[in-house]
């Protein structure tokens, strides 16, 4: 008998990608935080972004489009683009500073979900000159321990390829970066994780400013202790699933075709 000729399958296309379930809810998960973010004041007018990879696909991500305030973003503003920066699905725009800073950091790094936001707190910690949360203040902060990165050198926008590098390489293994005299990266495995970690971060950063503006000395627990909080922490995560279950009763999505 002769054997059949088997064609080989043809790779899904970007369209089709975009409306698979999977992406569908990933869709909806994003903006969901981007939402969240400018209810929890940690967005800024219509810059920086929030992006996750396209599963089984590490040269894929979706990301919110270039001029939209946050707080309407829905499902289907969100671009899926790959890591060139070209746009592969959507009905709008990219920023490019997004393209260079996300892209490179998905790249190099591996993680799976990037926010990077100007929120007010953490920023303020990149203007001094620890330029970062001290993990052995709050018990807040004890989460972070020997999870923080700092990017010490400030450069100016990221407008090119070797910024976003530079940025992802200094993230070292880590999946929290303070970006000196700019803002900070919170990476994770899921988007409900890395959201809650960003929310927590900005609380932490908040209690760490109010406790210097005091004047008064500051009381660090030591280093071990902080280490067994934030391994407590990594080992039940189920809170934040239910943080982010939380949110999507509180910010429904906008209307559909607004």
Known sequence: MQDTVRTPA???SADAQYAAPRVRQLREDLALALRAAAHHGLSEGVCNHFSVMLPGA?????INPR??????????????????GEVLAGRHRVEP????????????TGHAVVLHVHSPYATALTLTADRALDPTLSQNAMRF??????DADYNGLALDDAEG????RAMAGKDVAFLANHGVVVAGATIAHA???LYYLERACLHQVIAQSTGRPLAPVNAALAAR????????REQSDLFFESLRRMLPAPAAGR
Not at 67 to 84: P, Y
Not at 98 to 107: D, N
Not at 145 to 150: E, G, K, T, V, Y
């Open 145 to 150: 321990m020997d999870r923080l990165a700092i």
């Open 195 to 197: 959201y809650d970690d």
């Open 67 to 84: 001029g939209l305030h946050w707080s309407e973003v829905g499902a289907d503003d969100i671009v899926l683009i790959d890591v060139r």
């Open 97 to 108: 500073t997004a393209l260079f800073i996300h892209g490179a950091i998905h790249r190099i």
């Open 229 to 236: 909080v934030a391994a407590q922490v990594q080992s039940e």
């Open 58 to 62: 590490q040269d894929r991500y979706l």
């Open 165 to 168: 590098e530079r940025i992802a």
């Open 10 to 12: 043809l790779p899904e």
